[in-house]
Structures are given as structure tokens and as C-alpha cells.
């Protein structure tokens, strides 16, 4: 309630804030209600095939709910799509187990997660049908992009941040100039170079798999971001801080880990956080390379002739899409805030 009054206070508090909240109200007056109106109130919710949205000006639901688990697993095969809620199962209870328990058990949970979730997702042992990336697919194939994406490119972001501090000038150059290099190039060119370009020089015989040389250019493209998200950190504390450290004899890497490292983290969670929530956006590119993420299959979903009835099943479709981004980088956007405070406390 406080929280709220204050809100309401700053919507009033210069005559520029209370100009800006007139506007606010009447565009939010002017399209809300038909947006309800059309997505919730004439909107189509029940019915078994398309037949149902025919000369319905609304939201189609029917769409969404007939294609929801196309939408969520892509072309994984049916039968072995309970691999896919029970590596979401043991991520949930890895996460809650992590925030329960002390951070370096945590730690080691998340870090043993890939080595389970990997296997049972791909299979080929314990008896597990084997499944080829080219079936992965649908948001799932979106979050594994984002999750892989964070837990490799935070880490080498950071090595490379420290490389580029370094006082070994070599280091420090090579450092600098990956950072540059890949800063400097698009996403979509990245993929396009480890996804199209790298088998062209690749030696005779020598095969890689599409999706995990294009998980190895959304690490090296997204460190580079990391980096100067960590230099900046690295920068905002004071020289007295290592020659504290050093005072007390403690070596280089116990100086980052203990009192450096703990300090960058609190300061640059917001640009952290920031990236992540990029990155995340950022998996619906990989579209451009053949692979079936959500936007792909929600635009074969389009294509289907059963449902080319009007623009409310594309324009239904992209609502859906729109909200399962939002909720995961809103939810992702209200941790860090939560985490932020904890931290500051």
C-alpha cells in the first residue's frame, strides 16, 4: 500500500508528471477496452478446429490451444516429450533447492543440472530413444538457448573483463581485441559465420552438430557483452580495495573471489540482468538458420490451410507470443530486483 501511494505521489508531483499521467490515462482509455474486448470478451475460447474462429472479428484461443504443445516442444517426438517436463521438473526443484540451502551447494546443483538434462533430453542411454537436434524445437529449444546462453557467457565474460585489466600487456591486448571483435559484429552474422561458414573450412570428414556450433556463437558473441558489463564493475571499486586484499597477503585469486568479485556483482547486477533479459529475446534469431524455435513453428502453424481464416489466428498467435516473453522477462526482471535488495540490505 505504501509502495502504491508513493506511485500515485510521483504521478503528481511536477506539473510535467501530471501532464505525462493525463496522457498515460487517455491512451490507455482509448485502446484498453478494445483490446479486452477484443482478446477477452469476443474472443473465440472453445471449439476442436478453426471452423470455430469463421466470422469471429476477435482473439482466436482455439488456435493457441490446439497448437500449444507444437508451441511448447516443436517437433520433439510426442511420446518423449515427458523428458522435457521432468528436465523442467528437476530444474524447478534444482533452483528452489539452491535458494534453500547454502550458496555453494546451489552452485554445484546448478552446474551438475546440464550433465543430467543433457543425456535425458538427447538420449541414447539408460535405454532412451535417441532424439536428434533437428527435432528440438519450440520454446523449450528457446529456453535451453537462453539458459546455455547465461551459463557459459557470464563466466568467460567475466575471465575476459579480468584478462583486459590485466598487467601482462599480451593478455590484456588479445583480451581487448576479442572484445572488440565480437561487439562489433551482428548476431545474426555470427550465426550465420559458425552456422553456413564454418563447415566450408571445416577438414574433410570433420561433422558438428548445427545447434551446438550455434550455442558456441551465442556464448562467444554474448561474453563480449558480459565483459564490458564486469569491466565496468571491475572499474567502480577503489584501487584502496586491492591494497587492502594485499595488505592482509592475500594472492591475486583470492583477492577477486573474496573481496573484488562479491562487490562487481552487487554493482552491476542491473546491466547483468539487462543482457539476460537480451539474450532471451535475442533466441528468437536462430530462426534464420532452419532451427524451430518458437516463432518458427508458431509461423507453420500459420501456414497450415485449415487455419488461413483472417488475421485474428496471426494476430492471436503473436498475443500469445508476446505475453510468454513478457512473463519471462518480467519474472526474470522482478528476481533481480528482489536479489538487488538483498544484496544492498
Request: glycine share 6%; hydrophobic share 60%; charged share 15%.
Amino acid at each position: 500500500m505504501a509502495r502504491l501511494a508513493a506511485f500515485a505521489r510521483s504521478c503528481v508531483a511536477t506539473p510535467l508528471n501530471v501532464v505525462l499521467t493525463i496522457l498515460v490515462l487517455v491512451l490507455l482509455a482509448r485502446t484498453l477496452p478494445e483490446l479486452i474486448q477484443w482478446s477477452l470478451i469476443d474472443a473465440v475460447w472453445s471449439g476442436s478446429s478453426a471452423r470455430a474462429c469463421e466470422g469471429h472479428d476477435a482473439a482466436c484461443w482455439v488456435f493457441v490451444r490446439i497448437r500449444f504443445s507444437q508451441l511448447m516442444y516443436g517437433p520433439y517426438p510426442a511420446p518423449e516429450r515427458w523428458r522435457i517436463d521432468a528436465v523442467a521438473l528437476l530444474a524447478l526443484a534444482v533452483i528452489v533447492i539452491a535458494f534453500a540451502t547454502r550458496r555453494v551447494i546451489g552452485l554445484l546443483l546448478l552446474c551438475a543440472l546440464p550433465l543430467i538434462a543433457a543425456p535425458l533430453l538427447a538420449g541414447g542411454v539408460l535405454g532412451l530413444k535417441p532424439v536428434p537436434t533437428s527435432d528440438w524445437g519450440g520454446m523449450m529449444l528457446n529456453i535451453l538457448i537462453a539458459l546455455w546462453s547465461i551459463a557459459t557467457a557470464i563466466p568467460v565474460g567475466l575471465m575476459l573483463a579480468l584478462g583486459r585489466r590485466s598487467a601482462m600487456p599480451i593478455i590484456a591486448w588479445a583480451c581487448a581485441g576479442f572484445i572488440e571483435l565480437w561487439r562489433s559484429l551482428p548476431l545474426i552474422g555470427v550465426l550465420f559465420l559458425a552456422v553456413v561458414m564454418f563447415p566450408l573450412f571445416a577438414p574433410a570428414g570433420f561433422t558438428s552438430d548445427k545447434l551446438v556450433r550455434a550455442l558456441i556463437a551465442f556464448t562467444l558473441f554474448n561474453a563480449a557483452v558480459f565483459a564490458e558489463v564486469f569491466r565496468g564493475g571491475l572499474q567502480a571499486i577503489p584501487a584502496g580495495q586491492h591494497e587492502a586484499a594485499r595488505s592482509l597477503g592475500l594472492g591475486y585469486w583470492r583477492m577477486i573471489l573474496l573481496v573484488v568479485l562479491p562487490q562487481v556483482v552487487r554493482i552491476v547486477m542491473p546491466g547483468m540482468i539487462n543482457a539476460c533479459v537480451s539474450i532471451i529475446k535475442e533466441t528468437t534469431v536462430v530462426l534464420v538458420i532452419g532451427l524451430t524455435e518458437f516463432l518458427a513453428v508458431l509461423q507453420i502453424a500459420f501456414a497450415d490451410p485449415e487455419w488461413l481464416i483472417g488475421d485474428q489466428v496471426r494476430d492471436t498467435g503473436y498475443l500469445f507470443a508476446a505475453l510468454v516473453f513478457w512473463s519471462l522477462c518480467f519474472g526474470l526482471s522482478r528476481y533481480s530486483t528482489r536479489l538487488d535488495r538483498r544484496m544492498r540490505a
